[in-house]
């Protein structure tokens, strides 16, 4: 029994996720192999080559991997599988591309999200924006399966001699999709679902103007700027800093919510957390029932009190 772990990284580093989805592999089953593909990637596939417990590395270094396109990951994956029993990888908006392909080409179902691992047919994850926990039996001959990585802690990236790294040659054919370009945002901040601490607003901070009041607690203490749903969809922020059901899972060790009702699909995306602030003037706000320390007050004074403390 081998679990093929698909590895998401940024051409220069493995994301963190990956070192959490290789904890939920190790208790699965001992014999790891790492898929990295992508194009220039050889840096990468040698530090997947030195995470512990991993007994093989499969690098996949060409163009058509570069942009992680489902048609091209999934017909790779598929022709890797046949020496798979488990087929896994980090929860992302990649792998939520690509994975329900390869799970569709080997004609089994997916096993989305995990939390747990109960054995190696056995998994626990989260359904109705996490307010239930189901227990699913797998009965398919593969397992083709995606992590929630804040449920899992990371992997040591430390081993004593690195594993064999195995070049694969097999270029997929992708005539159906084509990339035409990345809009990314730019920020010297901490990456929002790596970071150790989290500081988010909502639709109680009113406007974008006045969410710099965030912004500025979130720079005092290093920490990442988060948003619910709602400050998102009023245009406060970009939707890549939404954290919930249909943004972001976290699980820092300092969340910080200003302004943040608890709507079940945001208390989906941060309930993990470690330690949970929340600043609210609505005193049964939902929020208050997952905080670990609660203040009623208004945040337009809360926050720059908070500032200027620190």
């Not at 046949?82 to 690509?98: G, L, R, T, V, W």
């Not at 990442?224 to 998102?232: D, E, F, N, P, Y």
Request: net charge negative.
């Amino acid at each position: 029994m081998t679990t093929l772990l698909v590895a998401e990284h940024n051409v220069i580093a493995l994301a963190p996720s990956t070192l959490s989805a290789l904890t939920a592999a190790h208790q699965i089953g001992h014999d790891v192999h790492v898929l990295v593909a992508g194009k220039n990637i050889v840096s990468v596939a040698d530090a997947a080559a030195g995470l512990s417990g991993v007994s093989k590395v499969v690098c996949a270094d060409a163009d058509c991997y570069e942009h992680t396109l489902a048609e091209s990951m999934g017909d790779l994956i598929v022709q890797l599988s046949e020496h798979y029993s488990h087929i896994i990888a980090p929860s992302n908006s990649d792998s939520k591309d690509f994975m329900p392909r390869v799970a569709a080409l080997l004609d089994v179902g997916q096993v989305s999200d995990i939390c747990a691992v109960l054995s190696a047919d056995q998994f626990k994850r989260p359904i109705y924006a996490g307010n239930a926990i189901a227990t699913v039996t797998v009965l398919d001959h593969k397992k083709v399966i995606t992590v929630r990585a804040s449920s899992f802690d990371k992997a040591s990236q430390q081993n004593d001699q690195a594993c064999v790294i195995e070049r694969v040659d097999y270029v997929a054919d992708n005539t159906v999709s084509h990339w035409q370009s990345d809009d990314i945002t730019e920020s010297v901040r901490p990456d929002l679902v790596g970071a150790s601490r989290i500081v988010s607003g909502g639709r109680g901070v009113g406007s974008g103007e006045s969410f710099a009041l965030v912004e500025a607690l979130a720079d005092r203490l290093g920490a990442a700027v988060g948003a619910s749903r709602a400050a998102v969809d009023a245009g406060f922020v970009s939707n890549d800093l939404q954290v919930g059901q249909t943004g972001k899972i976290v699980a820092p060790d300092l969340y910080m919510a200003f302004g943040i009702s608890g709507a079940i699909q945001h208390l989906a995306g941060m309930k993990d957390s470690k330690v949970i602030v929340a600043v609210n003037k609505d005193e049964d706000a939902p929020i208050f029932q997952v905080a670990d320390y609660g203040l009623v007050g208004d945040l337009f004074t809360v926050l720059p009190e908070m500032t200027s403390k620190l």
